[in-house]
C-alpha cells in the first residue's frame, strides 16, 4: 500500500491551481482532504503522475449564507459545515447529511468538493445537495461554468468535470424558512457509507398547505436521485399514509437501482422506500409542527 | 510455605505509561542498518490458475529494485512446511505452480525501501491462466469439483471420525431428535498491528536471526527450523517487547517468517517485510468457517443424550499446522457444560480457493458452541421447555466436579447453576424483560439471547494428534504429545529489588502487571516493587515447545511458573535469614519489604538481606546463597490421548453464562446488539480489571464474528471484503453495554486456582446473540442457522415467513 512515484505540486491561490490544472490536465489529480484519494493512490487503484495539492488555497475556504443563497467553497471541510450556525438555522438537511459521514476524525479533512468530485455512490453530501436546488460553480483556464447537480453527477464515480477543471463552490438556494428537514440513512455501523438514505425538505404556506417539498435518495442508484414526480404528488394537502406510500412504491419502482455482491437489487429497494418513508412522514409531520409554532 | 493474602491491586497497568506515551517497542520500531533490503509480495490476483509465465525483468529494471524471487529461487534454500496430517499437499507459504488463493504470494521483491519494492511488484509481469475456483466447502468436497491439488486426487484433505460412549443406544431411545444444519463464517482479528519479519542469514553458523512479532505457540518453531534445514536451536527468535495485538493470527505469520529468512539468505543481506492492511485480509489467516449438522437424541424432559455432529471444514487452500486442530474443541468438549454421555463426531476438513485458515481467538471454541447453543434453543423451540431451563436441566451439578467427561476431559471445577443465576440478577436488576416488552410496544423487533458455554484453557499440546488415529499413534516411531509448560526466572539484586523474567510474547493483555501482583503478593510488597522483563529472545529466554500466548495459558501456566519461583525464591530468603537473624526458617515472615522473626522484634530489611547475601558471601554457610531461581511449570492433568481418542484436552474448564439484547430495525432490518452480560467462572481472580478487559475485548470479538466481519468470496474466488469498507470490524459505536462479572469457582488442580480467561466472549457471543436474534425475529419464527447476520439475511427470512 505504497502510492506510485508521482510529481507533487503545491499551489496557493486559485490563479496557480488554474494554470497547474492546464498545463497537467488529465495526467494530474487534486489533493483535498485526501480521505479517498491518498487510499486510491496506495492501493494503486490511481496513480496519477501529477498530485495538485490545493490545501493551501485558503479562499476557497467558507461558508458564506446571504439573503436566500448559501455559497460553500470547495475547500470546506466537512466539521466546518457540521459546526456551522447559519447552515444549521437556514439548511438542516445538510447538517444531517454531514453527521452521518464517517467519524469526526474523517469529517475534519473531508471536504465539500472532494465528496462531490468523487461522487461516490452512498455519499450524503452529494445527496442532500441534489435534494436542494443546488448549483456547481467549476473554474478552468478556460473560464467559468455552472451547472446544476443533476448536470453534474452522472454517475456513480461519474462527473462532468473536465481533466483542468475544478470545483470551486457550491451554491444552494435555502428552504423557505420553517421548513422541517429529515435526512434518514441505513448502513451496518455507525459511519458508513449509506446502504439506502433518503433527504426531504418539506414546508408550508400561510394556510398551513405543502408547499414546498425535496425528495431524494440514493445508495445503489449510481448518482443520487431527486424525486420530483413524488415530490409533485404529495404536495398539496397533507397525505395520508396510503397515499404516502403508494407514492413511495412508484417513484422507487421508477429509479434504477443497482444490487451487488453484499446488497441485491431488491433488497437495496425495499430498505430505499423504507428510509424515504421515514424521512417523508418526518419531514411532514415536523412542517407541521414549525407551522403550527 | 503457602501464602495466604489478596493479590494487590494497582490503578491501571504498568505497562500502560510505555504504551499510552507511544513508547512501546513493536516490530516495526526496530533499528534496521543500511544494508537492509525491504521486501513487497506480489500477490494472486486469480482465485484459481495457473502461472504461465514469470518474466522478472521489467521488475529488475525498476530503480531501486535488487532481487526478485519466485518460489522456483526460494526452493534452493526452503523446504515446504511439515503438516500435522501426513501427506497432505505440500505447503510452501509461495505459489507453485499454479496459484490457489488471491492474495497468495507468488514473488517476492527486495529493494532499497517499501516504495521500492512495490514499484517493482507493480512491474513484475505474471502471466496467469485462470481455472474454475471452488470456495464453499460443500461445493468443494462434491466429486465433481475442481481440484485445488491436482496429484492429491481430492480436495478433502483429511477426515476422521469420533465416537464416545453409546450413541446408537441413545439415539434410538430418544423421545425426540432434534437436528439443525448450521453455517459458521469465516473471520479474522484485524490486529491493529499486522505481522513483520526482519530476518538474517549468518553463514558462519548456518543460522538465522529472526525478528518477528510471533506470539507462539513455539511448537510452530520446528516447524519453522525443518523448513530452512536447520536445528530448532539455530534460528534464533526474537519477539519484540510490544506486540500490537495477536489473537492467535499471530501464530500463522510463520510461514511469511521462512520466507523473509529465505530471502535474507538468498540475497545475502537482511530483509525487513511489514505486512500491509490490505495483505493482512487477503493473506495472513482467518478463523475456519464450517458447514455442519449436529443433532441430539433428547429425552420427554429435555435432556439431552447424545449427539452427532457432521462438520465440514473449510481449511481453505492448505492444511497448514496447526490445522486440522480447530476441528477438535468440537470433540473433546462436545458436550460444554452439560451431561450429555455420549457422542459420535464425522469431521473433514476441505480445501478451497480461499485464504488459508489458522488460530483466531477461541480456536474452533465459536464453531462448537455455536453448535451446540443453537441445538439447545432448538431443542427448547421443539419441547417447549423455556430456553434457561433447558439449559439448567442439562447442566452438569457443582457436587460432580471434578467431572470426567466421555472424551476423557476432566472439568476440574464449576458452579453452572450459580453462575448462571448471578447473570441472571443482572438481567432482573437491570430491568431486562421490561426494557423488551416496551420496546416491543412500540413496534420494535427486539430479543434477548442466551449462551452457557464451557471455556477450556492451557490446552494440552496432546490434543491436536487426534487428528492422527490410533492405529497411527500405536505405531513404533511415533512421538506421542501432551502437555503445556512455562518457565519464569526471579532474581533479588544487590539493592533488594526483585526482578522477574518471563517469556509469554504479550500482546497488551497486561502480563506484567499480573506476575508483578503474583511476586509481590508473595513478598508482602508492592506492584510497583517488582520489575517484569517480558521478552523473547530464544538465545537467551528459556522456553518450551508450549510457549507463548494462546489458549488462556497465562495465568495458569506462566502465573503457576511465577507463583513456584517466588515461593522458592521466598524459601531462600528465609533460609538466608534464618542465618542471619538466628531463628529457624519456619519462624520468618516475609512482608512490606521487611524480614521478621515471628513474635520478636528481631528483623532486617529485604534490602540488607540482599546485601548481605551478595556482598557478604564469605560469612554466609555455601548452601544458602541462591538469590536467583528459575522454575518451570507444568499443568497438571495432561496426557496423551488414549487407544479410543480420550484426552483431557486443557488444564482448567471455566464456565461463561452470557446474555444479549439485540434490536432489529423493522424496516431497514439493521441488527444492533443494545446490551451484553456476561458473568464468567475464570477461578481466581489475580487482577479483575485485567480480566473485563479481556471480557469486553471478546464481546466486541464475538460481536464482530455475529453481525459485521466476514471474509467472503464470489463464486470466482475473488474476496468480496478485501479492504475496510467491506470487511466490517465492529467501532465503539457498535459496541454494546456491558455488564461483565466473574465467579469464582477455584481450580483445584492450577497453582492459583486461576482458570484462564482470554477467549471468553469472542467464543460465545455469536452464539448468544444469534440467539437473541432469534427471538428478536419470534413472531416470523425466525432461527438464524448462518452468520453473520446481516440486514438482506434478515429481510429474507421476514418476507419468507410472511
Ligand atoms: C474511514 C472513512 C469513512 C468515510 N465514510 C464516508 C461516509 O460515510 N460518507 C461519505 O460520503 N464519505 C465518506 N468518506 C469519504 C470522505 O468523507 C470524503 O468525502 C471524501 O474522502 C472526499 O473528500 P476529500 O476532501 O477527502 O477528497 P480527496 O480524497 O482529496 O479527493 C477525492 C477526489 O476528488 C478530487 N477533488 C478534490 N477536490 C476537488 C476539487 N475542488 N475540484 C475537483 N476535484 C477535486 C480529487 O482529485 C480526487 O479525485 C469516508 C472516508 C474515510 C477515510
Known sequence: ?293 | MQIDRPFPQIEGRLEDARLLFGRGRYIDDLPVGPSTLHAAFTRSPYGHATIAGINKDAALAVDGVVAVYTAADLGAVLDPFPSIVRGAPEYRGIATGKVRYVGEPVAVVLARDRYAAEDGVSALDIAYEALPAVVDVDAAAAETAPLLHDDFGTNVVWRNRYRYGDPETAFREADRIVGIDLKFPKYNSTPLETYGVIAEYLPETDGYVIHGNFQGPFSLMPVLARALRVPDSRIRMVVPQDIGGSFGIKAMIYPYMGLIAACARLAERPVKWIEDRAEHLLGSASGTDRNSHIEAAVSRDGLVRAIRMNIRENVGAYLRAPEPSCVMRSLTTFSGPYRIESGEIEAACVLTNTLPTGLNRGYGGQQYMFSLERLMDAIARETGIDRIEVRRRNFLKAAEFPYRTTTGSYYDSGDYHGCLERALDYLRNEGWERMREELRASGRLVGIGVATCVHSAASNIGYVTLALSPEERAKRGYNAKSGTNDFAHIALDASGRLRVQIGTAGAGQGHATAVAQIVAREFGLGVRDIDVIDRIDTETTPWTITTGTYASRFSVVVGGAVQRAAARLADHLRIIASSLLDAPPDQIDIEEGMIRVRNSNSSLSLRQLAGAAQWNRGDLPDDVVQLHVSESYGAPNLRSPDSENRVNAAATYGFMADFAMVEIDPVTFVPRVLKYIAVHDVGTAINPQLIRGQIAGGIVHGLGGALYEHLDYDESGQMMSASFMDYLCPTASEAPQMSIDHFDAKSPFTVLGVKGCGENSAMSAPAAIASAVDDALSEFNGSIAELPVTPPAIWRQVAGAS
Open chain 1, 1 to 293: 500500500m505504497k502510492p506510485a512515484p508521482f510529481k507533487y505540486i503545491e499551489v496557493a491561490d486559485e490563479e496557480a491551481l488554474t494554470s497547474a490544472l492546464a498545463d497537467y490536465g488529465d495526467d494530474a489529480r487534486l489533493l483535498a482532504g485526501g480521505q479517498s484519494l491518498v487510499p486510491m493512490m496506495n492501493f494503486r487503484v490511481v496513480s496519477p503522475e501529477v498530485v495538485i495539492d490545493l490545501n493551501r488555497v485558503g479562499a476557497l475556504s467558507y461558508i458564506d449564507c446571504r439573503d436566500d443563497v448559501c455559497r460553500i467553497g470547495a475547500l470546506t471541510r466537512h466539521a466546518m459545515i457540521e459546526d456551522s450556525d447559519p447552515l444549521s438555522r437556514r439548511c438542516a438537511l445538510l447538517g444531517q447529511a454531514v453527521r452521518n459521514v464517517a467519524h469526526r476524525a474523517v469529517r475534519n479533512r473531508g471536504t465539500t468538493g472532494g465528496t462531490l468530485a468523487l461522487a461516490y455512490p452512498g455519499a450524503e453530501i452529494p445527496l442532500a445537495l441534489m435534494t436542494l436546488d443546488t448549483d456547481i460553480i467549476l473554474r478552468s483556464k478556460r473560464g467559468e461554468r455552472r451547472l446544476g447537480m443533476k448536470d453534474f453527477v452522472l454517475g456513480a464515480l461519474d462527473t462532468s468535470l473536465s481533466g483542468d477543471e475544478y470545483i470551486r463552490q457550491v451554491e444552494i438556494r435555502m428552504p423557505p424558512p420553517g421548513s422541517a428537514a429529515s435526512f434518514v440513512e441505513t448502513s451496518r455501523r455507525h459511519g458508513d457509507f449509506a446502504i439506502a438514505a433518503a433527504a426531504v425538505v418539506a414546508a408550508r404556506d400561510d394556510h398551513g398547505r405543502l408547499d414546498y417539498l425535496r425528495a431524494g435518495v440514493a445508495g445503489g442508484t449510481g448518482a443520487p436521485v431527486r424525486l420530483t414526480a413524488l415530490e409533485e404528488a404529495l404536495s398539496g394537502d397533507d397525505p395520508d399514509d396510503g397515499r404516502m406510500a403508494d407514492s413511495v412504491h412508484e417513484a422507487i419502482a421508477a429509479i434504477e437501482v443497482f444490487g451487488d455482491h453484499h446488497y441485491p437489487e431488491d433488497f437495496r429497494r425495499h430498505v430505499l422506500k423504507g428510509v424515504l418513508q421515514r424521512a417523508l412522514k418526518d419531514a411532514i409531520v415536523g412542517s407541521e409542527r414549525r407551522h403550527v409554532r
